[in-house]
Each structure stands twice: as structure tokens, then as C-alpha cells.
């Protein structure tokens, strides 16, 4: 019982983490390209770390998102390419949180058996039309994110 409680409130301390894999289909191209990686989120810093096929990390702190290439190069992100990523950042938390899912004002949800259908709602609504998260046993396994142009970004938990 000791060890359950531990566990427990090791992850309400630290926050979550998942390893992945991205699968993002390119639509003008009709190419799927595959990522893996881990996504690491407590209250206060999201880190997002893909290892193959290529190394990357991008830090989302506060206000603040950085990217560090395979050189070691840290990136600042400014304008709209911040706030854009920090949405998608925002959305990869949400989704990934079946507890997130149920009660969010971002997004209207409908439910059929395992699978959410969300409709986003407010700024994101013009870059994601539509997500779908199937869930087990009260718990997100995947989603996959619809954009205006066809393309879509799959989220495998590993």
C-alpha cells in the first residue's frame, strides 16, 4: 500500500511523462513521416524530447519555448511561430490527460465507446479542426489532430 501511495504522489509532484511515437501525414506529399520520442510535463515546464531519427528537445517554461538541435544550437522562438508551438504543446498536454479531456473549455467533446471526438473551440480552432483520442481502461492511448489542409499529426503513447 506504502509503495501505491509513493507512486502516486511521486507523479502528482513531478507531473507526467510518456515515451511516443509521431506520426505525421503530409498531405501534398502523401508521406507519413515517424518520430520517437518522450514528453516529459510537470506544473511549471513541458520538455519534449525526440531521439530518432533525429535529436531534438523543445523546452516550453513559462512564457518561454526554446528548440535544441542535434548540434547543441538552443533556438528562441519569438512571434508567431511561439505562440503556435505553445498551442501545440498545450494540445500534446490536453490530449494526452484523459482527465483533461472530460472537463476542457478549449474543445466540445462527444464520446463513442473508447473514442473521443473533439472540435476545437477559440485560436486553435483555425489550425486544428478536429481530434480524435481513443482511450483504455481510463487511459489516453493515441490521438490524432486534423488540420485545415488535410495533414494530420498521430500521437501513439508507448
Known amino acids: 500500500m506504502r509503495i501505491v501511495l509513493i507512486l502516486l504522489l511521486h507523479v ?3 507531473g507526467q511523462s510518456y515515451n511516443f511515437e509521431e506520426i505525421k501525414f503530409i498531405s501534398a506529399v502523401g508521406t507519413d513521416f515517424r518520430k520517437n520520442g518522450k514528453i516529459e510535463i510537470n506544473d511549471k515546464k513541458v520538455v519534449i524530447t525526440y531521439e530518432k531519427p533525429k535529436f531534438k528537445q523543445i523546452v516550453k517554461e513559462d ?4 528548440i535544441k538541435g542535434s548540434s547543441g544550437e538552443i533556438y528562441k522562438l519569438k512571434g508567431k511561430a511561439l505562440y503556435y508551438t505553445g498551442l501545440f504543446i498545450d494540445i500534446m498536454t490536453q490530449l494526452g490527460s484523459f482527465e483533461k479531456i472530460q472537463s476542457n473549455r478549449d474543445f466540445k467533446v462527444e464520446r463513442v465507446d473508447n ?4 472540435t476545437f473551440l477559440g485560436d486553435m480552432s ?9 482511450v483504455k481502461n ?8 486534423f488540420m485545415p489542409n488535410e495533414d494530420t499529426l498521430t500521437i501513439v503513447k508507448k
Do not use: P, Q
Request: charged share 30%.
Open 63 to 66: 512564457n518561454n519555448i526554446t
Open 115 to 118: 473514442t473521443f471526438y473533439l
Open 12 to 14: 502528482a509532484l513531478f
Open 126 to 134: 483555425d489550425r486544428v479542426v478536429k481530434a480524435e483520442v481513443k
Open 138 to 145: 481510463s487511459k489516453v492511448t493515441r490521438f490524432k489532430l
